[in-house]
């Protein structure tokens, strides 16, 4: 099983992420967790070259092939091979990421977006992938509570461009059937219920 979290940052995935991960390795199941960018060592490499804040000059044709160039690293290196042994997936974030941020966000051409994202993960389509839905006005809260020099290139965006990303997550949502939405503003523990109640309906 494949299973994303996608989200603005700070809506909480990441938290999720762990608790599903604990969930399964409590019923002896076994897990793979990786995070995107990153995940092998050359996505890893890349995604050191990506987060840089010191990155300003970046294209963002160029973040958008740095993104691909570590996910295609991944599918390959990691994904594929742990669900052909049938182990359960579990990524924070995935190839809905780039839709959302560079095709939405950065206003790179949505079908060429969404056509290099099919040529990169191939057949690592997951099984399900929870949004994890937060209001603008909420993640401006949350990302007030986090030191500057602590965030990273990505996160140190305006807020117009997180309305816009949260426009390609709802689009996304409405397209594939595969999305699940989550209030971002529920409890830990009641997103958590949500998740595994949707994930035993899929089991």
Do not use: W
């Not at 967790?33 to 804040?53: F, Q, Y």
């Not at 990273?152 to 117009?160: C, F, G, L, Q, V």
């Not at 309305?163 to 209030?183: A, H, P, Q």
């Not at 997103?191 to 035993?200: A, E, G, P, T, Y």
């Amino acid at each position: 099983m494949f299973i994303t979290f996608e989200g603005l940052d700070f809506c909480g995935k990441s938290t999720q992420v762990k608790l599903l991960e604990k969930y399964f390795l409590e019923k002896n199941k076994e897990v793979i967790l990786i995070r995107e960018p990153g995940g092998t060592n050359i996505s890893e490499k890349i995604r050191n070259i990506l987060l840089d804040k010191k990155n300003k000059e970046m294209l963002i044709e160029t973040e958008l092939i740095l993104f691909a160039a570590s996910r295609s690293q991944l599918v390959g290196e990691v994904i594929i091979p742990a669900l052909e042994k049938n182990k359960i997936v579990i990524s924070d974030r995935f190839h809905d990421s780039s839709i959302a941020y560079q095709a939405f966000g950065r206003g790179i051409e949505l079908n060429f977006v969404e056509e290099l994202q099919r040529f990169v993960i191939g057949k690592a389509i997951p099984d399900i992938t929870f949004f994890i839905d937060t209001p603008i006005d909420e993640i401006i809260k949350r990302k007030a509570n986090v030191k500057k020099i602590d965030l990273d290139r990505i996160e140190r965006s305006a807020i117009d461009f997180y309305e816009k990303v949260r426009e390609g997550y709802l689009y996304l949502s409405k397209k594939e059937k595969r999305f699940c939405n989550i209030n971002g503003l529920l409890s830990i523990e009641e997103i958590h219920k949500q998740i595994l109640s949707k994930i035993n309906l899929k089991v």
